[in-house]
């Protein structure tokens, strides 16, 4: 990641959409080999920053670079990434093999090559033999993996992938995340990759850029990330987070700014028990459980009104569900207090 | 959706009698054409296979029909280029005034064909100064050709999105050859109903005609109408509808069938 020149590099990049701005001010650097996420909501910029490095629009102002090269005003088919589309874009009027072959005939490359190359390319997505059918014979995985291969068989320097997994089924989904993490292993290239599922992100990233309004909220590793959020912007939208405000945090917990606690580093015991040192102790009811198979949801009102979420792994068979009206002790250290920056205006 | 049996009976006599409204005239050209009454007397008293194979000797009906073919092609040709032309520009690009464009470009074809014709005829005469002819025919049909041609084409283009495009200039393609490997082949049976609609649109077309058209050029529909009411020459012109009917039928089905196996496939 602090090799000499980075895989990309955005400086000062802008992009207005009327009176929006979509991307605001961005300064990145994306590492050789990395495998990089734009994580955000909606509407936050990322898709407008892939489409800003694979040059599908022009940056109001700023610049972009590929491998030290300013690419910034390069048409797409001038540049060495590719992308794999959110919704495939895999040519109907063409075979599988067509559609994988298209970098390589576009550029020149000799029938039999382009056909082998596209061939070995359908292999290592463990599609051999589907190249003489359309895409529309295919199934959603199997179309997903196709604009794999058709992505990567041009070796580009970069791969952009636009929430390639969006519109798989849960199981699939995990099944590709592997297969994307394996790819991007034996490629050795980088890998930006947006979506907006932050489990999927911590699961395959080696760094995670989380995006609000345009630019980016924080940038770190995904226990980075995850461990030490840095707005309350990050501490909800990655995971789940108990938020305390800063007159709450003062009054609970002694503290004078916002602080945040996940819902795993919190444990219920009864009113009667001691806390350890170190640990701070609340006293409240259970309002609600929920059952998730693996662990359990339980909601506590502390007193005063302000809700915790504690989640419970559930390691034995013993029913949580009648535990509604229980009056309990919310207990963590209060090293796991994750200090916050106040919430920008 | 479920309707009751009364329903069901209204609406079924009402469509029946619209159609009939529609198509039994047709068919009484269909039979009149074998009857053996040179002024169209109704029911016809004999039938005879004279008028078809008059028809096919009569040389102004066989030099309208070669004229209205030659007409339509080009007016055709003319309005695939440009109405694919305009739609690209209007679909893929943001420009000051587009959608003022869109509703002139559309616009021929709601004017009235009378008006169309007084002012291409004022225009070529008095303006360019340019002797009517087939050329000038050819003209006036494409200036309606190309909404035919243009709805089908700019409807394919949003539908298609620009993802595909998009897929093509990523993996290294410069716009022509995207245009020529992903857009056209998208494009392809779009161009094909719309031409044959703007074929059928041409062939038939005689209000804008007689105005454009010069003194010597005699389409096919200008020959039926200057042939009608002129006797013993009816029961060849209704061999002609006959004809007719059954080449516009041609295209038009197929254009349908080709739009609408799109919408299914989808």
């Not at chain 1, 990759?193 to 590793?221: K, M």
């Not at chain 2, 280029?81 to 690209?88: F, R, Y």
């Not at chain 2, 291409?120 to 494409?142: C, E, M, P, W, Y």
């Not at chain 2, 857009?183 to 161009?191: E, H, I």
């Amino acid at each position: 990641m602090t090799s000499a020149t980075p895989a990309i590099r955005l400086t000062g990049l802008t992009k207005t959409f009327g009176s929006v701005n979509a991307v605001d001010q961005l300064d990145l650097e994306i590492g050789e080999g990395e495998f990089f996420s734009m994580l955000g909501p909606s509407g936050s910029g990322k898709t407008t920053v892939l489409r800003l490095i694979a040059g599908f629009e022009l940056p109001t102002s700023g610049t972009v670079e590929l491998q030290g090269v300013d690419v910034t005003h390069r048409a797409p088919f001038d540049r060495d990434v590719n992308t794999v589309f959110q919704d495939y874009a895999l040519f109907p009027h063409m075979t599988v093999l067509e559609n994988v072959a298209y970098g390589l005939r576009v550029r020149g490359v000799g029938r039999a090559e382009r056909a082998e190359r596209a061939e070995a390319a359908l292999a290592s997505v463990a599609l051999a033999g589907f190249g003489g059918r359309k895409p529309s014979q295919l199934s959603g995985g199997q179309r997903q993996r196709v604009a794999l291969a058709r992505a990567t068989v041009v070796q580009p320097k970069v791969l952009l992938l636009d929430e390639p997994l969006g519109a798989l089924d849960l199981k699939l989904r995990e099944q590709m995340q592997v297969e994307l993490k394996e790819l991007q292993r034996s490629l050795g290239i980088t890998f930006i990759f947006v979506t907006h599922d932050q489990e999927e992100a911590l699961t395959l990233s080696d760094r995670i850029a989380v995006f609000n309004h345009g630019h980016i909220e924080q940038l770190g590793t995904p226990t980075e990330i995850y461990e030490a959020p840095s707005s309350p912007f990050v501490a909800s939208f990655v995971g789940t987070s108990n938020i305390f405000d800063p007159s709450e945090a003062e009054r609970m917990l002694g503290r004078t700014s916002t602080v945040s606690i996940r819902p795993e580093k919190i444990a219920l015991h009864t009113p009667a028990s001691k806390p350890a040192a170190g640990t701070v102790s609340l006293p409240g009811t259970i309002s609600e459980v929920i059952y998730l198979g693996t662990s359990t949801r339980i909601l506590v009102e502390l007193e005063g009104g302000k809700r915790l979420t504690v989640l419970e792994q559930n390691a034995s068979s013993r029913s949580a569900l009648d535990r509604r009206g229980e009056m309990v002790h919310a207990r963590f250290a209060s090293a796991d207090l994750v200090a916050l920056e106040p919430v920008a205006a | 959706m479920r309707l009751s049996r009364a329903a069901r009976v209204t609406l079924g006599t009402v469509t029946t009698l619209i159609l009939a409204v529609i198509y039994l005239p047709l068919f009484v050209v269909f039979v009149n054409s074998f009857s053996t009454s040179t002024n169209l007397t109704w029911p016809p008293p004999g039938f005879t296979l004279e008028w078809w194979g008059k028809a096919f000797q009569n040389a102004g009906a066989l030099e309208g029909i070669t004229t209205s073919v030659q007409i339509a092609l080009a007016a055709t040709a003319i309005s695939l280029i440009l109405g694919t032309m305009i739609s690209l520009a209007l679909q893929r690009f943001d420009f000051f005034g587009r959608d003022a464009v869109s509703l002139l470009v559309i616009l021929p074809i709601a004017l009235p064909g009378i008006v169309t014709g007084i002012a291409l005829n004022n225009f070529f005469r008095t303006i360019l100064d340019v002797r009517l002819g087939i050329a000038t025919i050819i003209v006036a049909h494409a200036t309606f050709c190309i909404v035919t041609v243009f709805n089908n084409v700019i409807a394919r283009l949003r539908r298609m999105g620009t993802s595909l495009e998009e897929a093509s200039a990523d993996l290294g393609a410069g716009v022509w050859t995207t245009f020529r490997l992903v857009t056209f082949p998208q494009l392809r049976s779009a161009l094909l109903a719309g031409g044959l609609l703007a074929f059928a649109l041409s062939f038939d077309e005689i209000i804008v005609t007689t105005f454009t058209a010069g003194a010597g050029v005699t389409t096919l529909p200008i020959w039926i109408l200057d042939n009608l009411f002129r006797p013993n020459q009816a029961p060849i012109v209704n061999v002609i509808a006959v004809v007719l009917v059954i080449v516009s039928i041609v295209p038009i089905y197929l254009a349908q069938r080709l739009s609408g196996s799109e919408q299914l496939q989808k």
